[in-house]
């Protein structure tokens, strides 16, 4: 069963910017579609963003032109580089594969923004 370990969380203020990791084990990790994923408080888990295994990129409408997201293959990692952040970014960030998340969900990571 693959593992994914989700770190780079923490507080920031508004309008500034964190880089979240997610590192997965196991094999052929390259084949498959990477998304991010958060769940605010008293919220459920929503997509935010995607990157195909060749590089192509989908982003949810509120972060657009705001969050970047990039894998690097060859660490079986992604990343998601978090710019401008609002208040409303607040959540725990997962990752996992997309747009079906079939993997076990690891423990994610804290972003708290603060205004």
């Known amino acids: 069963q693959v593992q994914v370990v989700e770190s780079g969380g923490g507080l920031a203020q508004a309008g500034g910017s964190l880089r979240l990791s997610c590192v997965a084990s196991?094999?052929?990790?390259?084949?498959?579609?990477m998304g991010w994923y958060r769940q605010a408080p008293g919220k459920q888990r929503d997509w935010v963003a995607r990157?195909?295994?060749?590089?192509?990129?989908n982003y949810e409408d509120s972060v657009k032109g705001r969050f970047t997201i990039s894998r690097d293959n060859a660490k079986n990692t992604v990343y998601l580089q978090m710019n401008s952040l609002k208040p409303e970014d607040t959540a725990v960030y997962y990752c996992n594969t997309g747009p079906a998340h079939i993997w076990t969900w690891g423990q994610g990571t804290r972003v708290t923004v603060s205004s």
């Open positions: 990157v195909t295994s060749s590089g192509i990129a």
């Open positions: 196991g094999r052929f990790f390259s084949d498959y579609t």
